[in-house]
């Protein structure tokens, strides 16, 4: 058994770890496994993990409307800390609509485009859930 000393936050903590034998001559006879007790070896035929798709900025989150405006939508709970822009505002492209706090930063939630504001749907203060619609900007 080893002592090391960890450092987290500026605490000290003392612990101890144990080394358990992985090389074969430190093994004993005993620990050796059996065929049935292994899990199964990975088959070639095993599906292979999606590809990345490419997605929109998380920051606009948008998605159109029949109406010829896009919603802007959260890219991930969170909390509503202040609205930068008013129904009828003047946008454009890049401009701050408003901060969304999530895991205590604070994102800005920018213009996809220049545009005016067609409808702000939440207020200062509200949790939204990743995908809720926060505003709609009209082209």
């Given at each position: 058994m080893k002592r090391y000393r960890v450092h987290i936050d500026g605490k000290s903590y003392e612990v101890d770890i144990e080394e358990l034998g992985d090389s074969p001559r430190q093994a004993s006879p005993t620990a050796a496994v059996n065929a049935a007790d292994r899990p199964p070896a990975p088959s070639s035929a095993s599906p292979r993990p999606a590809a990345p798709q490419a997605s929109a900025p998380p920051q606009t989150g948008g998605a159109k409307t029949s109406a010829g405006?896009?919603?802007?939508?959260?890219?991930?709970?969170?909390?509503?800390?202040?609205?930068a822009v008013a129904t009828g505002d003047?946008?454009?492209?890049?401009?701050?609509?408003?901060?969304?706090?999530?895991?205590?930063?604070?994102?800005?939630?920018?213009?996809?485009?220049s545009g005016s504001v067609a409808q702000v749907h939440v207020a200062?203060?509200?949790?939204?859930?990743?995908?809720?619609?926060?505003?709609?900007?009209?082209s």
């Open positions: 405006s896009d919603t802007i939508t959260a890219p991930m709970p969170g909390t509503i800390l202040r609205i003047r946008v454009e492209k890049g401009d701050t609509l408003l901060i969304l706090e999530a895991m205590k930063m604070e994102n800005e939630i920018l213009a996809p485009h200062s203060g509200a949790s939204v859930n990743a995908g809720d619609i926060l505003l709609s900007l009209a």
